[in-house]
T-cell receptor, first 115, second 112 residues
């Protein structure tokens, strides 16, 4: 299995509070991604990174920010959590970009509940 | 626009064969992935098709027709452990601006 971990694995928070999710990889892959998965929507890309300090927006980036200060860590921050951000969040890594045939390896997921 | 369609749910019997279809309309196409996702777990890679035709990998095969915007995943000799969601995903573009778009997934229930 690819060395990719997420923390925390579960979190319950209140509306309006900031939340940071962490993704850590030991594979030295260049590309890292944050997705959310909701019933009826499948996996939707929030933000991605193509290198240290290089990030870009995905399909559903509003209300989220990211940072990547080291190759191995990719942080997702919900600046002011809302109930609509209740979801399962997956981090993924790949050697090459999304348009390539490079397989994405997924972390175990973080279940976030915003009350 | 981008659109990927898969059936939401399917049911099949242990030992049987099941075909999960995926149709897509995307701006730019490089290839198509299939991922498997068991309930409460992360998606895992099954296959990647670039060229037209069938690719076989053990009990699982994946087919692609680029001209028709169509793919299917074929599961043979179904086992109970094959109960999972199957995600179709399409890639397009290149470099840092490439895209990977997922369909909603097909939940397969295998019954004894």
């Amino acid at each position: 299995d690819a060395g990719i971990t997420q923390s925390p694995r579960h979190k319950v928070t209140e509306t309006g509070t900031p939340v940071t999710l962490r993704c850590h990889q030991t594979e030295n892959h260049r590309y890292m991604y944050w997705y959310r998965q909701d019933p009826g929507h499948g996996l939707r890309l929030i933000h991605y990174s193509y290198g240290v300090k290089d990030t870009d927006k995905g399909e559903v980036s509003d209300g989220y920010s990211v940072s990547r200060s080291k190759t191995e860590d990719f942080l997702l921050t919900l600046e002011s959590a809302t109930s609509s951000q209740t979801s399962v969040y997956f981090c993924a890594i790949s050697e090459a970009g999304q348009g390539s045939g490079s397989e994405q390896f997924f972390g175990p997921g973080t279940r976030l509940t915003v009350l | 626009g981008q659109n990927i369609d898969q059936p939401t749910e399917m049911t099949a019997t242990e030992g049987a064969i099941v075909q999960i279809n995926c149709t897509y309309q995307t701006s730019g196409f490089n290839g198509l992935f299939w991922y498997q996702q068991h309930a409460g777990e992360a998606p895992t890679f099954l296959s990647y098709n670039v060229l037209d035709g069938l690719e076989e990998k053990g009990r699982f095969s994946s087919f692609l027709s680029r001209s028709k915007g169509y793919s299917y995943l074929l599961l043979k000799e179904l086992q109970m452990k094959d109960s999972a969601s199957y995600l179709c995903a399409v890639t397009g573009g290149s470099g840092n601006t490439g895209k990977l778009i997922f369909g909603q997934g097909t939940t397969l229930q295998v019954k004894p």
